[in-house]
C-alpha cells in the first residue's frame, strides 16, 4: 500500500504471486507517482493474520490505520512502529513468517 503524505491511501493490486517461489509466474507491472513525505508499505499475510489470544486476526485495516496515524516517522521508525503494533496485538506470538518493508520518498 501507498500511504500518501496527506494521509490518503493508494491500494497497489497489480502484480502476481509472492515473487520467487513459482518458477513460471507471470507478472503485471504499473507505475505509479511518489510524491515527497508518501511512504511505501509491502508486507506479507503473516502481519495481516497474526492473531491475538481471542483468535482474531490483525487485519490489514489495523495495519492501514497504524501506517496512516505514523506516516511522518522515518523508513525505519515507521517499521519499528507497525511490527510493534502487530506485537501489541499479538502479545509477541507470530503465527506465520511475516515480512515487512518500508520506503520513504523523503523531502530533499
Do not use: K, N
Request: charged letters at 25%.
Amino acid at each position: 500500500m501507498l500511504v500518501r503524505a496527506d494521509g490518503s491511501v493508494e491500494r497497489l493490486g497489480i502484480g502476481g504471486p509472492v515473487l520467487g517461489v513459482l518458477r513460471d509466474a507471470e507478472y503485471e507491472q504499473a507505475s505509479i507517482a511518489v510524491g515527497a513525505g508518501d511512504r511505501l508499505v509491502l508486507f506479507t499475510d503473516g502481519l495481516t493474520e497474526a492473531r491475538d489470544a481471542a483468535d482474531e486476526e490483525f487485519g490489514e485495516e489495523r495495519l492501514l490505520a497504524a501506517a496512516v496515524a505514523h506516516r511522518a516517522c522515518s523508513a525505519p521508525a515507521l517499521q519499528a512502529r507497525l511490527t510493534g503494533a502487530v506485537a501489541a496485538f499479538t502479545g509477541g506470538d507470530l503465527q506465520d513468517d511475516a515480512t515487512l518493508m518500508v520506503l520513504a520518498a523523503d523531502q530533499g
